[in-house]
């Protein structure tokens, strides 16, 4: 064996010995949740690692958009019919997404109950599926990667015996992951997931937080007991998520705190926002089309409400709202994400283009577009920041209220209700303001220099956290103590009680003593006193 052969040995024997089988489980649900559990994959994929996908499809209408690029091994567990017909039911509850009152925790209390059925029945499929509990345990996988957003995957976990699990969040937090792994909540000044206020809150938004962040911990946890349920029926597992969860090596998540608010943490939570974000130049080419549409005008729009509330499905006092902006500023070029291109609703505008599907990263990369009009999701915020974009944020539903509000604080965006989508004066007011004041650009391109030059990369810090996942597995020495106390314990309300009662009572003594001590004073004079008087 030459000396050539000895050196590509070794490297391949290292690079055995490196690589780490890992199950990701992504339910297909969600575009945002989706890209994020995809692109840890394939991030992870590049690394060297065996990565197979396991996607139970909830919404079909994602068969085949996984967002997956590098990684190959996939494996898909096709809705029943009672997912399909809940599913359809969920798409009737996301079209009225655009006039729900989504800030009310009531209306998420009236649907938690569709929730946890949706996904407890799509639960019920994967435990069911036909071989497939026995094939994945047969791998022996180093490690396995889910989102919390959907807890069947800790049924899974703990059916297969996997060794050590890792949490990737496509948020920022999860109420209900907040609360199980005992992260502080500090209601007081940092916004919950369902929030739609700033940092700086009044006596009563300080309320209207904790009542969301409640409201929001029980939507979700209600989901997860509901699969558990499910799961233990068909598997005898004995441990739900609330026990499994807390196990997770680290909790990962799509945040990066120069653009987060500040919030108490610990150091299980590592933060790895941007890691879905295209920042390499190579990545960013624009296709002519589209190329083409931004060089017609200097100004351009770039409108997208996402992939839940679809702008088709927009109400037609909205659309008419828009369309008059359009006509009335016809020196701007607009380009919508519509999801139907052949829609006439356009036909007399020729400065407004229409996608159903647009390359968002591209466009947002791009010098000529001028603002960014977005319902606030996390993604699209994320990409907005990174490439220095200015923005109208008109929040719908779900983390987008806080995430408005959150990029709003560094001066490159305003915030506007999505009912003021009504009012074609106001939008358009807004929209000039902020392509005509140069606070709102400079504002950006500082936020995005920051975050190029932040002194962490997330693709990095990925892959070096599973892999230790991986290598060690469980660490326990990482686990918050304090969820296993009661809030009593917790708050320090038993020491504050004993403080109090043995403070009372030593003021009950004191003024005992007091008393006595003063009526020895007082009871000579009062006798001297007496015997003048007589």
Known sequence: MNFLNIILLAIATVS???????????NLF??????MLAAAAD????AGHNVTVLM?????????????????????????????TLMDEMREFLTNLWTADNANPLVMLAKAGDMARTFAEQCKRTMSEPGLLDRLKAENYDLAITEPFDTCAYAVFEAINIRAHVAVLSASRFDHVTEVIGQPIAASYVPGTQSTMGDRMSMGERLGNYIQYFFGSYFFSNVGDADFEEAR?????????????PEASFILTNQIPLLDFPSPTFDKIVPIGG??????????KLDEKWSKILG????????????????????????????QVFKEMPDTTFIWKYENEKDPIVNHLDNVYLGEWLPQNELLADPRLSVFITHGGLGSVTELAMMGKPAVMIPLFADQGRNGQMLKRHGGATVLHKTDLANPSLVKETLEEVIKNPKYRQNAERLAEMLTNQPTNPKETLVKYVEFAARFGKLPSLDNYGRHQSYIEYFFLDILAILTLISLVSLYISYRVFRVILRKILRPKCSEKKNKTE
């Open 275 to 284: 890691l879905s974000v295209k920042t390499e130049k190579k990545h960013l």
């Open 16 to 26: 055995y010995v490196d690589s780490y089988k890992i199950l990701v489980y992504s």
């Open 56 to 84: 139970p499809i909830m919404d079909p209408q994602l068969r085949g958009k996984t967002s997956l690029k590098s990684t190959k091994s996939t494996i898909f567990v096709e809705p029943s019919e009672n997912v399909k």
């Open 30 to 35: 969600g575009h945002s949740h989706v890209k």
């Open 43 to 46: 991030v992870l994929t590049d």
């Open 296 to 323: 017609i005008r200097k100004q351009n729009v770039f409108i997208s409400f996402g992939s839940n509330a679809k702008s088709v499905d927009m109400p037609e006092e909205f659309k008419k709202s828009l369309l």
């Open 233 to 245: 029926k068909i598997v005898p597992i004995k441990r739900s998520w609330r026990e499994v969860l």
